[in-house]
């Protein structure tokens, strides 16, 4: 600590520096435990389909309540799981614990659903990325078009070339593509017209912006109609105001998830949900 070390005597690191260092190194510790003790859960958040006013797709959402740390934020422990490439057998967990839930709704009558995980640069990077997804989904059972990967923008900055090929392929074996968080990275629309992506989704700090009872042009307006242009489905992430959701509705927007509608739920919870949609 910078107290401790006396007047006059040079200190390399600051505190806050200090503290988040010792954090990130407190939650790689945990992170190993927590691959062997099985402390990692799915959550699943609802996107609705606008046009048909119900939900037809969830995206998985890493959950960690460690005993130690208590919940972790995975916008804390995923950085710190890239880092440390944990990222690659927790991914791939995920990738299997997704499809196997999804072919479970379907198995109970949720045919049409489908699910979008997040995949990590470091992930798409491996050789064998787009093996594991093709073996993933034959040990599930599930068909590929029902299965999204939801992918950002630096993913794209870093090797180009590489990931376009590895995401055409996918794309030819029916996997969907989403680009997540569309608009806050070092957004290029020519990685729009050039990859094969399905699904532009459109960032909360954009969302955020909406403003009802105005009626000013929006960026969320122009992107929307990108997103239209290119034949994408365009999704508005972090949706929590009526006003929002109107002013979607009205430019055309195809999907939406935020807590307006749902939280990111547990798999009991989702199947309750997905049931009392059914009945209405
Ligand atoms: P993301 O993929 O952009 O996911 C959306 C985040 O926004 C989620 O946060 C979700 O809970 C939150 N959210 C949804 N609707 C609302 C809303 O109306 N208001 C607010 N304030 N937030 C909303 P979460 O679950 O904390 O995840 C954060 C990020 O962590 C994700 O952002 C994603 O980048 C990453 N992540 C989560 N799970 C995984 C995973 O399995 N693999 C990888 N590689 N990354 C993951
Ligand atoms: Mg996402
Ligand atoms: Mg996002
Ligand atoms: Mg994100």
Same mark, same amino acid.
């Given at each position: 600590k910078a107290k401790d070390a006396g007047k006059g005597k040079y200190v390399i690191f600051d505190q806050p520096l200090n503290d988040d260092f010792s954090e990130r190194m407190n939650i790689e510790k945990q992170l190993y435990a927590a691959m062997e003790q099985q402390e990692f859960e799915l959550y699943y958040q609802p996107q609705v389909d606008l046009a048909q006013n119900k939900i037809t797709g969830l995206e998985a959402l890493l959950r960690w309540n460690s005993p130690v740390l208590g919940y972790v934020s995975p916008l804390k422990f995923i950085k710190v799981a890239e880092d440390s490439h944990i990222i690659i057998p927790l991914g791939a967990w995920v990738l299997q614990k997704a499809c196997d839930f999804l072919k479970k709704l379907h198995g109970q009558g949720f045919t049409e659903l489908t699910m979008s995980v997040n995949i990590s640069m470091l992930q798409l990077l491996q050789t064998d990325f787009n093996e594991l997804v093709v073996d993933t989904l034959q040990a599930s059972g599930l068909e590929p078009h029902y299965l999204e990967l939801e992918i950002t923008e630096s993913v794209l900055v870093e090797s180009y070339d590489y990931v376009s090929d590895k995401l055409k392929q996918l794309r030819d074996l029916n996997i969907k593509i989403a680009l997540d968080d569309? &608009?806050? &990275?070092? $957004? $290029?629309?020519s990685y729009l017209t050039h990859l094969p992506i399905s699904t532009l989704k459109i960032d909360k700090s954009f969302i955020d912006t909406i403003r009802t009872g105005t009626n000013q042009s929006t960026l969320v307006e122009e992107i929307i109609l990108i997103g239209k242009r290119m034949s994408m489905s365009v999704v508005a992430e972090g949706v929590e105001k009526t006003g929002q959701l109107e002013y979607l509705q009205e430019q055309g927007c195809d999907k939406i998830q935020g807590y307006l509608f749902s939280r990111p739920l547990a798999a009991d919870a989702i199947v309750e949900l997905l049931a009392g949609q059914a009945e209405v």
């Open positions: 569309f &608009g806050t &990275g070092y $957004s $290029s629309l």
